[in-house]
């Protein structure tokens, strides 16, 4: 499926529009709202040379981690996902990470016509910052000059499902224009506030601006949602914990395909939680197991804690389910590195911390 967009790479930009001159395929520069360019790996987003008329919506998110993770796991040839910019809550720091002219990967059924800006929260922060919502807004400042796009906001997905084009939440945007069939996600909430986003959007908003250091400290970690058509390091971590409470699954493939929800929405059933195939918060407390030491042995925790130390965060160990030295060892070597208590021990926050850091 990649041979399409490797064959339009290749054609370069002599075969495109006068998009191209301002960012053109992986040489791209920044396009002005950003700060910075980092290129999402080309195989999270579709090469698709849109014109200014394909362009009607923004789509805006919210992260669940840090802005950090999030750049990374865009260029991450794993991912799958990707989106046009990336803001920073602190600062309002701004990463663009895919042409405008291509289609990223943020909000299944409603890409094509769209731009994805997706805002730094998670769990512990209290907001979004001014900071963040002014540099948001100045992306949709530029979008809307840029292409047309009327600078209204919908929150109700028939209203926009009705629209010739605006802002949109991704919980709210709907897919192939159905109303009816929206995304099961909460994103941009509970973060956002559109009242005052639109203040920065509008113009209205004083001098804002002022920023809001509103967390980010070290050591704070969230829980990211998974569920079906996921993939990456953190999918085999949710197969080998399934392993370990029991689940005897076929495949180990970092695939977050029916197996793994199936098995999950029995594990959830069983747990009393609800019952909804997705791997968020809830489900994630109850499904880690603490690897304490090598007088614990819960072989399958102690497997995907050695997986993700080596493929997920560079540590060459071996992955064999046994905690001896080399094991400990790294498990330190990450707590230190992630502003963790320093103990050997994978408890709930080193989990987290090990899942969000990916
Ligand atoms: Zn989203």
Known sequence: MSDRRTFLKGVGASAVGGLSLLSAGTASAAAPP?????????SNYSDDYRGAADIDWVVVHITDGTWGSAVNWFQDSRADVSAHYVVRNSD???????????????????????IGIEHEWHDGQNGISDAAYAASADIVDHVASAYDVPKQYFTDPCAAANASGGIVGHTN???????????????????????????FVDGSAGDGGSGGDDGGSGGSYAWEYFSNGDQGEDV????????????????????????????IESFQSASG???DGVVGPNTWDALVVTVAGPNDDPWWATYAAQHSLRYGHGYSIAVDGYY??????????FQSGAGLAVDGIVGPNTWQALVDLT
């Open 34 to 42: 950003a700060d910075e360019y980092i290129a999402a790996d080309p």
């Open 92 to 114: 309002g720091y701004t990463a663009q990470m895919v042409d405008e002219q291509d289609v990223a990967w943020h909000a299944g059924g409603f890409n094509s016509n769209a």
């Open 173 to 199: 945007a709907p897919k192939y224009g159905d109303c009816g069939n929206t995304s099961y996600k909460s994103c941009p909430q509970p973060a956002w506030d559109w009242g005052r986003y639109m203040e």
């Open 236 to 263: 085999y971590t949710i197969q080998y914990l399934l392993e370990q409470q029991g689940y005897d699954l076929q495949y180990h493939d970092g695939i977050y395909g029916s197996e793994v929800e199936g098995a």
């Open 273 to 275: 939680l609800a019952v």
């Open 324 to 333: 001896g030295s080399e094991t400990e060892g790294a498990i330190e070597s």
